[in-house]
């Protein structure tokens, strides 16, 4: 008895690649087990530089993400469902503000 891991490339912002992605495991590998989001954009700077796009761009891993992957998985029995963020959203850091708000995005969809 063992465990496999099997990696695969997906964009979890696009939902239409997580059904694909969930689709081909279906046809070669046993029922998935648990998800982790540990998905990511890394822009540091102040909040007050930020513009729009690079905004938007940050939270879309985790908001967009970690929502579409519990669109998708929502009736799958899983072991686990982790989504992961930053310990700069608990500790703090001035130029990680959207650390902060993603981990506050994935406190709320927590089940």
Known sequence: ?????????CDVTI???VVRLVQKLKDILPPVAGIVNGAMVM??????????ETFRRVLQPK???SKNLDEVFGDSPLDFFIMTSST???????????AVRTL??????TR
């Not at 008895?1 to 490339?9: A, K, Q």
């Not at 700069?88 to 959207?98: L, Q, T």
């Open 88 to 98: 700069a959203a608990v500790i703090g850091k001035s130029m990680s503000v959207h």
């Open 43 to 52: 822009r540091d700077q102040p909040f007050a530089d930020m513009d729009d």
């Open 1 to 9: 008895m063992g465990t496999d891991l099997h990696i695969e490339p």
């Open 15 to 17: 939902k239409s690649d």
């Open 63 to 65: 908001v967009d993400g």
């Open 104 to 109: 506050m995005f994935t406190l709320t969809l």
